[in-house]
């Protein structure tokens, strides 16, 4: 159990106590060892009385010199020993200090890597993994910021639009009917967004903790194309699907990369002109889902920029939908991809390892 108001040790101080404590009574008791064994040796064997006193006299004056010798020299490797831990104990704790100063200021809101460089291989190694670190945690810094400004941008067009027909409407300058309308219509597209906003936001929390589950992912497909089989109908619409006879489990996180092509559908239902295609088919290495529709196709100098946060194209809604659908992919160490296909129309594929 941790002591409040505990004094804390440095390890430098640490490793200097721990050390010396050994070293003095290593020597101490090679200092006794020494002693005994000279006054052993200076009585040993049978003496005669008339020599006893000469005897000892000697032995107790080369005792008394080994003695002295005895200590001097341990009190000469003490100090070196003391010297030595000394600058070991500096060159392990210096470099802990400046990591520690690098992850307080990471703490603090400065994310910019240190170019250190250590001898010793853990060091390195804790190195490294804080810069990577700190790295990820700029671009994540960046990102957020990025995505809230541009959130509340998004927000505010529709909040706008809701305020001005309403004012309008309060002083009799418009038609109460169609203002309502208009009102309702903004009201669902801000309801779409908040929804979107807050699930893109729950993909990116990083200490949310999610469950995989082994799936059919035709099925899947399925399932996905029937919850909108409605809006394509209205649109004229039809699904047609390329699935293997066979069943195509995978470990996913199911509601997510549901979420991922219902994505993908809608948008092939806002540009196809009279069919979408969905295909999921197990290669050597991975598996591909693919949604291909009959539309227009993408713009050349878009294909690059759709999957980014809040890009929309000719008639895109928020330009949230396909950053969502990267985001779950790239979750799921997969990549997802935008091109035009050979006949027309846009084909946009899931690559998910097998």
Known sequence: MKVAGAKKIKIRQRILLAFSAVLFFSYLLTGVAISFALR???????????TYHD??????????????AALSLIAIM????????????NSLTRPIEKLGEFAHRIGEGDFTPNSYEFNEAEL???????????????????EQKAFFQNASH?????????????????????EPKSACDTILHETEKLSDLVTDLLYISKIDNI?????????DLSELIKSSAARQEAMAAKR????????????????????????????????AIRYASSEIILSCHKKAEHIEIRVTD??????????????ERFYKGADGVHGIGLAIVKSIVEQHGGRVTAKNGIDGGAVFSIILPA
């Open 78 to 89: 003490f100090i070196v020993a003391v010297a030595v831990t000394y600058f070991l104990s």
């Open 154 to 174: 998004e927000l505010r067009t529709p909040l706008m639009s809701i305020q001005c027909y309403a004012e309008g409407v309060s002083f009799g300058i418009m």
């Open 124 to 142: 390195e190694d804790l190195n490294t993994a804080l810069n990577k670190s700190a790295k990820q945690l700029a671009t994540y810094d960046s």
């Open 294 to 307: 009959d539309g227009p196709g993408i713009a050349p100098d878009a294909i690059s920029h759709v999957f």
């Open 55 to 68: 005897i000892y006299t000697e032995a107790a004056r080369i005792v008394g010199r080994a003695n002295f």
């Open 236 to 267: 004229q619409i039809s699904f047609s699907f390329d699935f293997p006879d066979t069943f195509v489990p995978y470990d996913c996180i199911g509601e997510l990369l549901s979420r991922a092509v219902d994505n993908l559908i809608s948008n």
């Open 207 to 215: 200490t949310v903790a999610y469950t995989t589950t082994t799936i």
């Open 40 to 50: 052993l040796f200076a009585v040993d064997g049978e003496l005669h009385a008339h």
